[in-house]
């Protein structure tokens, strides 16, 4: 797995609370990405980041920020957690647009009670 | 807006036969196509793309995939399966602007021995 690592794994909050995901890169990948897998939807895109303190919106970006102080992290948190949030959520990389593929992270797998 | 379709939520194949994986795409202009390949509890992992040239693309562990652009498809082949490439499968497309991956809803692949 390339040099992606997600933190925590496994995480159980419960509603209302504030959550933080992290994402950690040893690339020095331009790009990142959350995407959240969901059973019956694939996986959908949340924020990405472009460079240090860039970032955008996905499709279903309501009820996360982003944050990317360094190259190498790259912040999701859930403002007030909702049990439609409960989800698995990937980190993903990317070197370049175009052409580039995205390298995924093995995930963090969010109950929110 | 790009979309990516596969149409089977389950294909189930027999070891030693060939197996295919559809998927369909919408975008404009012309498409970058990727599949990813995704064991439980595990990340999405890259398995080939098609960025131009020849339509038939070949990848990791003895996947290719056919190009037709009239058939805006890009369906994933092996000529012969092993009981070990089943798992969930993913067709994703970007826009030759874009920078995310747009994901399939991912087609489990059963292999039987």
């Known amino acids: 797995d390339a040099g992606i690592t997600q933190s925590p794994r496994h995480k159980v909050t419960e509603t209302g609370t504030p959550v933080t995901l992290r994402c950690h890169q040893t690339?020095?990948?331009?790009?990142m990405y959350w995407y959240r897998q969901d059973p019956g939807h694939g996986l959908r895109l949340i924020h990405y980041s472009y460079g240090v303190k860039d970032t955008d919106k996905g499709e279903v970006s309501d009820g996360y920020s982003v944050s990317r102080s360094k190259t190498e992290d790259f912040l999701l948190t859930l403002e007030s957690a909702t049990s439609s949030q409960t989800s698995v959520y990937f980190c993903?990389?990317?070197?370049?647009?175009?052409?580039?593929?995205?390298?995924f992270g093995n995930g963090t797998r969010l109950t929110v009670t | 807006a790009q979309s990516v379709a596969q149409p089977e939520d389950q294909v189930n194949v027999a070891e030693g036969n060939p197996l295919t994986v559809k998927c369909t795409y919408s975008v404009s202009g012309n498409p970058y196509l990727f599949w990813y390949v995704q064991y439980p509890n595990r990340g999405l992992q890259f398995l080939l793309k098609y960025i131009t040239g020849d339509n038939l693309v070949k990848g990791s562990y003895g996947f290719e995939a056919e190009f037709n652009k009239s058939q805006t498809s890009f369906h994933l082949k092996k000529p012969s399966a092993l009981v070990s490439d089943s798992a969930l499968y993913f067709c994703?497309?970007?826009?030759?602007?874009?920078?995310?991956?747009?994901f399939g809803k991912g087609t489990t692949l059963s292999v039987s021995s």
């Open positions: 993903a990389i990317s070197e370049s647009q175009g052409q580039s593929p995205l390298h």
């Open positions: 690339e020095n990948h331009r790009y």
């Open positions: 994703a497309v970007r826009d030759q602007a874009g920078t995310a991956l747009i």
